[in-house]
């Protein structure tokens, strides 16, 4: 009897096991889940931050030529990663009294400045002094010629970089649009100090009125004049300078009915304005900075300005990456563009006191510029008789840069 339990209960067990054994060879049942992709993000290095230094001349907001540099300094912020400007304006005699450029630099490079930029010619001296003495500081001097092999003060500076734009056409148009609208024929310059760039460019107003006087009005070149007044700096500084102010009104008390400045600041606009709210008109073309007309804009006729941005970028972009070159440039318009603030080193916008016919003959003489009309050309004499250029003969770039003189014609001072 207990055996026949025993087997009983084996064959349950052997039962068991077969239905056991079955549900395992049944497919599972699997829950559908969505998949979910995770994308690998790849992280993006920040730019090491690259310090660029600026002395500025004058103020930053002068409306004039430092503006102009610190605006480039903001262009270049936004078109190399990693740069960052910092800056110290109003690096002159006057305004820093016992304290030179060169000693400006060093502190600029106390705050991190891995390059410096000098802005002015007037600082020419401190730059070089500067840049044998930081070897491994980058140095961008804004208009003078220190490793112009070529030049007359070429010096081996490896750190050092020359750059200018040739404002020499700015000023040619400058020079065009004054004669287009002047009806006295009587041109006034007002002039900074007296060197070889600013002779260059106050003749180079004189050559572009000249011609446009000439060839576009069919004028007598005996009946324009081109008076140049120096102030004795970049603009004015109580007790050392003439006042433009009143320069500019001896000039409009003289006849002068078309003012061109080449200083760093707005009088001649200011003085423009207020004599033709008197009822006498006056005219004025500022220089430098492309927003310079918004002084005074119902008496601009356009400003020749500079456009420092784009070699800034380059040479900044250059110091960072490791190609940088040590090199002398002299910077002609984009004459496709001359207004493309991406690529023209010089400009000319017009301003809106413009006669809408001479808007018209000014982009013809613009336009003859662009197409090689080279004003620089023989016969030429220099203010005191003695030849410059013998008929048909074009001046060399040393010549033009290097400019001793002002040319035969024009009324002012050449030393």
């Not at 003959?361 to 003695?386: C, H, K, M, R, V």
Request: glycine share 8%; aromatic share 10%; proline share 5%.
């Amino acid at each position: 009897m207990k055996r026949k339990y025993i087997l009983f209960f084996l064959s349950l067990l052997v039962i068991f096991s077969m239905v056991l054994t079955a549900c395992q060879t049944e497919e599972p049942v699997v829950e559908e889940t969505e998949e979910v992709v995770v994308e690998e993000t790849e992280e993006v290095a920040e730019p090491e931050e690259f310090i660029f230094g600026i002395l500025m001349v004058g103020p930053y907001n002068d409306k004039g030529w430092s503006q102009a540099h610190y605006e480039a300094g903001l262009y270049v912020e936004e078109n190399v990663p990693g740069a960052k400007m910092i800056y110290l304006d109003s690096v002159n005699t006057a305004d820093r009294p016992g304290t030179t450029a060169a000693q400006l630099a060093d502190e600029l490079v106390q705050q991190g400045a891995q390059l410096v930029i000098f802005n002015s010619d007037d600082m020419k001296d401190d730059a070089v002094e500067f840049t044998k003495n930081n070897p491994e500081i980058f140095v961008i001097h804004a208009s003078g010629d220190s490793v112009w092999e070529e030049g007359m003060n070429y010096q081996p500076l490896a750190n050092m970089v020359n750059t200018m734009g040739e404002m020499e056409y700015g000023k040619m148009i400058a020079g065009c649009d004054a004669a287009l609208h002047t009806e006295s024929g009587s041109i006034g310059y007002l002039g900074p100090l007296i060197n070889d760039e600013t002779r260059r460019l106050a003749a180079s107003v004189y050559l572009g009125a000249s011609y446009c006087w000439e060839n576009y009005l069919g004028n007598d070149p005996a009946d324009l004049s081109v008076r140049v007044t120096w102030i004795g700096f970049w603009f004015n500084i109580p007790g050392f300078t003439e006042d433009p102010t009143q320069v500019a009104n001896e000039f409009i008390d003289s006849g002068v009915d078309v003012i061109i400045s080449g200083i760093d600041t707005t009088e001649a606009l200011v003085e423009a304005r207020k004599a033709s709210s008197e009822g006498t008109p006056v005219l004025a073309i500022p220089y430098d900075f492309n927003g310079a007309c918004e002084e005074a804009p119902e008496v601009c006729l356009g400003v020749p300005y500079f456009n420092w941005g784009p070699a800034y970028v380059r040479h900044i972009s250059s110091a960072i990456d490791g190609t940088w070159e040590t090199t002398f440039e002299w910077l002609p318009p984009n004459w496709e563009d001359i207004n493309d603030l991406d690529t023209t080193a010089v400009g000319f916008v017009m301003g809106s006191a413009m006669d809408e016919e001479a808007k018209v003959t000014l982009q013809q003489f613009i336009d003859e510029l662009a197409g090689g009309l080279n004003l620089w050309t023989g016969p030429l004499n220099y203010q005191d008789g003695s030849t410059f250029l013998a008929d048909g003969e074009t001046a060399t770039d040393i010549q033009i840069w290097y400019l001793p003189q002002l040319l035969e014609g024009m009324e002012g001072r050449s030393e």
